[in-house]
């Protein structure tokens, strides 16, 4: 695409309030596609799928709840205006566009309100609980982290039940669970589903319906995250599935979105954050593909100037560990791109 549609102002990429006037996206669409002969997407031959993972409100913006600034203090926002351009400049060549959203509901593992320490005070954004249900805070040790008894009458479980399930979790995680080794990590609340913070970034949406109608191509937001007992960095599995007494799982895995995605001869990553949800999504993508063939790997595009990995203030920098993630994605065969270069000169 020679041109942006005159709608389109990179400074959207930094504002939350921006929302796009979809009325207007669908007939610059109509007029492109027709003025351009862009064929429809199910006329490719070559199948590509491009799927952004969290592109949301929350994690884009400094007002959100966990806005992914990167080393730069302006990750996110940067990353959305050239993942917005990329959409556009390279339309002709993108099937589909299959974006995940994180997604919540206010009382869940990984909330600070699911959890109370030895007074009954609930817990705070970004303490850590470790195998031994102690509370790990600024570097410091704490007392006990329990459970909150209301969240086992609101699951209908007893008590017991509950302790021994998040027991069996922390452990779980810490002994090398779906991510690796890792303290639970309670998060501040964000991308609660129906906020303001759960929806896609203005800009990028805007970008993802005008591929939409100018392609003739149906995307459909894949949602992740909802499991109450346990969480979902990846979009193709919950970290824990298993129930403490192997009886019943407690989540499962999305095979269906996994196939979906593999369906595609080329698959192109995009999103946030880096370190955390777009590593744990890939390592699960390059697991299945290792399973049915390890030379798919060759038809992943990671694109690496889209995505950021979370720095907390005054807190963990995971830059490093996204950094590392990426050298392991591209020593098993996947190929680390830049947005801003021709998908012509890395992809074909």
């Not at 993942?83 to 556009?88: A, R």
């Not at 919540?104 to 593992?109: A, L, N, R």
């Not at 850590?128 to 479980?157: C, E, H, N, W, Y």
């Not at 080794?181 to 609660?192: A, D, N, S, T, V």
Request: aromatic share 10%; proline share 6%.
């Amino acid at each position: 695409m020679r041109e942006f549609p005159k709608f389109y102002n990179p400074e959207h990429a930094a504002l939350w309030s921006y929302r796009p006037n979809l009325r207007k996206v669908v007939e610059a669409a109509f007029d492109y596609a027709r003025d351009n002969h862009i064929a429809p997407a199910a006329s490719d031959t070559t199948r590509v799928v491009l799927m952004p993972i969290d592109v949301q409100r929350d994690f884009c913006f400094p007002e959100g709840a966990l806005f992914v600034a990167g080393r730069s203090g302006q990750g996110a926002i940067d990353d959305s205006r050239r993942l917005s351009e990329f959409i556009y400049r390279e339309l002709p060549h993108i099937t589909t566009i299959s974006p995940t959203l994180d997604t919540h509901e206010p009382f869940q593992i990984f909330s600070p309100m699911f959890w109370r320490d030895e007074n009954f005070v609930p817990l705070l954004p970004h303490d850590m609980i470790d195998g031994d249900l102690i509370i790990q805070r600024g570097g410091k040790t704490f007392g006990r982290a329990l459970p909150s008894m209301d969240i086992a009458a609101m699951l209908g479980m007893s008590y017991i039940e509950l302790v021994r399930q998040v027991s069996f979790y922390v452990k779980q995680v810490l002994s090398g669970g779906h991510s690796g080794k890792y303290m639970l990590y309670l998060w501040p609340e964000h991308c609660i589903l129906g906020s303001e913070g759960h929806n896609p970034v203005g800009v990028v949406d805007e970008a993802r319906m005008f591929h939409a109608y100018a392609r003739v191509s149906q995307n459909r937001p894949e949602l992740k995250g909802q499991d109450t007992l346990t969480e979902s960095y990846s979009v193709f599995s919950p970290e824990v599935t298993e129930h403490w007494n192997g009886k019943q799982p407690i989540a499962a895995r999305n095979q269906r979105f996994m196939d979906h995605i593999l369906s595609y001869q080329k698959i192109l990553v995009a999103g946030q954050a880096l370190s955390h949800c777009v590593q744990s999504s890939l390592d699960d993508l390059l697991a299945e593909i290792r399973r049915r063939d390890a030379r798919l790997a060759g038809n992943v595009y990671i694109l690496s100037d889209t995505m950021s990995s979370v720095v907390v203030p005054d807190g963990p920098d995971f830059t490093e560990k996204g950094e590392e993630a990426l050298k392991r994605f591209a020593a098993a065969g996947m190929h680390i791109v830049r947005s801003t270069d021709p998908m012509s000169s890395w992809i074909y």
